[in-house]
């Protein structure tokens, strides 16, 4: 968390290029905190493990628990992680950094201040790119600091009524990465895009596992409005507790619309921190003392300086992977795909990797429109049955590249149709086996023999007069009908180019 | 100069009640505190560069490797008050 004042005040880029024109005379400004736990396997201090759903106070020591005459430690890889999501950013790695206490008494943390960094923050300055309706727009990035994370609280009954709270410690001291994005933000959908964005780049990293409903993602919200075209900022307002995509965008746009309506009765906005109900759709304040924020920050006396290496960034930078923009580029740019089908495919990085995997495996015909058919492959089958967003279930998934291509080579070389082969797909993710397994054992390959398939043409013909008759008349529906007769009564195992060519042979052959 | 207010001010940030009497003791306390960092303030410190630790030591790391915890008994033994696997504290009126 940062301080008020601390947030940048510099001049708002100006709004040419800017579509939307809001439905008030105001300007919309909003800055994003999020919090990302980061993917380490021991705490940012000390060694107890991280892992979630363990039972409450099961992995907690003296040092998260800030026993007198303990010492922390940093953990280097939450450092290192840190430093990779900052250069993925394009921050300014500081040279020196430091962490410092804050203070503030609440239940979720029993040493009464949380070790985060204050003056010195390991990385400033840095940016996203993000797509509103096609159009790139710059989102600034003000800081990126490393902190832990406080324990969790429970309220026993509701909130309101509550007569005491009950708290888990687990989560104190997990390594938490804060990211300050400018007030650059003009829209609730900005400011929702903006953090699925930044999301997808944390998967792409590897530095998060981007989980909001477990709470390793959290996002904080500034919102303020100023008359349109005015440069003073309003008056902010901190919400707390948007805990998905949806709920950022909705509690913005309740925000947006309460503060208007107050702006416009006259009233001023109260600086305050308001607590997002999504069950009601509404913030409500949070009656915090003024003095809360009095945080009273000094430098940690437990922890001496860090000074970062610059060996050490550029070989963290050496190892960062393609980002999730270029790679939606790059798709687009490659492989001819459609803007909407980049999109999903990089959703995370495991998605992307699953797809060139498929491409890059061997082929019947490499025919110029193979991505887009590997495209559809994907987005319409492996997405029906897999979260794309889900780098671990994408990396396990119970059909491997290498066994989606093979069922689009037997589909390319005429040995079952399309059809069948999305039966197959299922049957493939149910029992894991490759394609060529489960058609010959199944016998669903398609009746690709002309003698035999010539024979089936002839009986349906034979047994539908009405339709060679009405065929006759100029009725050219009819051979639709008389096509889907055949593929019934083959099981849909029929070669649907060959049925169609003996139809046409046969009915041409009528009409004489 | 440290006044009544600001002590309180401080006390009431770290959930201290004092008394009339330790109030007056606390502030008499605290300006003698600030009076000698006046002397400090007093030495030459051209060209030294400022730091925030006594020790002249950087970069203390440690692998990310787990350590056993505390035991869930041991930890909670502790608690004036718990449910079950939780510690429980008063209903936070603040919020
Ligand atoms: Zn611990």
């Known amino acids: 968390m940062t301080e008020p004042g601390?947030?940048?005040?510099?001049?708002?880029?100006?709004?040419?290029?800017l579509t939307d024109p809001a439905p008030t005379t105001y300007d919309v400004v909003i800055g994003l905190e999020v919090h990302a736990q980061l993917l380490t396997r021991s705490k940012m201090f000390c060694g107890c493990p991280t892992t979630f759903g363990a039972a409450p106070n099961s992995q907690t020591c003296p040092v998260c628990q800030g026993m007198p005459g303990v010492l922390p430690v940093v953990n280097r890889k939450a450092v290192e992680l840190a430093i990779r999501t900052a250069l993925a950013f394009g921050c300014r790695v500081n040279p020196a950094c430091r962490f410092a206490?804050?203070?503030?008494?609440?239940?979720?943390?029993?040493?009464?201040?949380?070790?985060?960094?204050?003056?010195?923050?390991?990385?400033?300055?840095?940016?996203?790119?993000?797509?509103?309706?096609?159009?790139?727009?710059?989102?600034?990035?003000?800081?990126?600091?490393?902190?832990?994370?406080?324990?969790?609280?429970?309220?026993?009954?509701?909130?309101?009524t509550a007569q005491a709270s009950l708290v888990d410690f687990n989560r104190s001291g997990v390594p938490l990465m804060e990211t300050v994005s400018k007030p650059d933000l003009r829209s609730p959908e900005e400011a929702a895009t903006y953090l699925k964005a930044f999301r997808s780049v944390l998967l792409f990293l590897g530095v998060?596992?981007?989980?909001?409903?477990?709470?390793?993602?959290?996002c904080d919200a500034n919102v303020s409005l100023r008359p349109r075209g005015s440069t003073t900022l309003g008056t902010k307002v901190e919400i707390k507790n948007l805990n998905s995509f949806r709920n950022v965008q909705r509690a913005l746009e309740f925000e947006v619309r309460r503060q208007a309506q107050a702006l416009d009765a006259g009233e001023r906005i109260r600086q305050e921190t308001r607590l997002w109900d999504a069950d009601r759709g509404y913030t409500r304040s949070m009656r915090s003392k003024e003095y809360a924020h009095d945080y009273r920050y000094f430098p940690e006396p437990d922890l001496v300086p860090l000074r970062i290496d610059p060996r050490w960034v550029d070989e963290i930078r050496a190892g960062l992977p393609e980002l999730p923009r270029a790679r939606r580029q790059r798709f687009v740019a490659q492989y001819g795909l459609p803007a909407y089908d980049a999109d999903v495919l990089t959703q995370s990085r495991a998605l992307g990797d699953y797809y060139e995997a498929v491409l890059r495996e061997p082929a019947a015909s490499a025919g110029a429109d193979r991505p887009k058919i590997v495209s559809n492959w994907v987005m319409s089958e492996l997405l029906r049955?897999?979260?794309?967003?889900?780098?671990?279930?994408?990396?396990?998934?119970?059909?491997?590249?290498?066994?989606l291509a093979g069922l689009l080579r037997l589909i390319d070389d005429g040995t079952i149709s399309g059809r069948i082969a999305k039966d197959v797909f299922q049957k493939m993710f149910d029992s894991r086996e490759d394609a060529p397994t489960i058609v010959g054992r199944e016998g669903l390959t398609q009746v690709a023999d002309a003698t035999a398939l010539g024979g089936i043409v002839d009986s349906v013909m034979a047994a539908n007069p009405k339709a060679i008759e009405d065929f006759r008349?100029?009725?050219?529906?009819?051979?639709?009908?008389?096509?889907?007769?055949?593929?019934?009564a083959t099981g849909g195992k029929a070669n649907p180019m060959l049925v169609d060519r003996l139809l046409e042979d046969k009915l041409s052959k009528i009409q004489r | 100069m440290i006044d009544r207010n600001d002590v309180e001010h401080v006390a009431r940030l770290t959930r201290l009640a004092l008394t009339e009497e330790e109030l007056e003791r606390m502030r008499e306390q605290l300006n003698s505190i600030l009076a000698h960092l006046d002397t400090l303030r007093g030495v030459d410190t051209e060209g030294v560069e400022p730091t925030?630790?006594?020790?002249?030591?950087?970069?203390?790391?440690?692998?990310d490797v787990v350590e056993p915890c505390l035991p869930q008994e041991a930890m909670l033994a502790n608690a004036p008050d718990r449910s079950g696997e939780l510690f429980r504290v008063p209903r936070i009126i603040e919020e």
Do not use: W
């Open chain 1, 208 to 218: 998060c596992d981007g989980n909001m409903e477990e709470g390793s993602l959290r």
């Open chain 1, 473 to 488: 008349r100029g009725k050219t529906a009819a051979k639709k009908s008389l096509f889907g007769q055949v593929m019934k």
């Open chain 1, 101 to 160: 206490r804050k203070h503030y008494y609440y239940p979720d943390m029993p040493k009464n201040y949380q070790i985060s960094q204050y003056e010195e923050p390991l990385a400033e300055d840095g940016h996203l790119e993000i797509d509103i309706d096609g159009a790139p727009r710059t989102i600034g990035i003000q800081r990126l600091h490393l902190e832990e994370d406080v324990g969790k609280l429970v309220h026993e009954g509701s909130l309101e």
């Open chain 1, 385 to 403: 049955v897999l979260p794309g967003d889900d780098e671990r279930a994408i990396e396990t998934s119970p059909i491997p590249p290498h066994h």
């Open chain 1, 6 to 17: 601390r947030i940048s005040r510099r001049p708002l880029p100006d709004r040419a290029g």
């Open chain 2, 52 to 63: 925030s630790h006594a020790v002249d030591i950087v970069n203390v790391m440690r692998e």
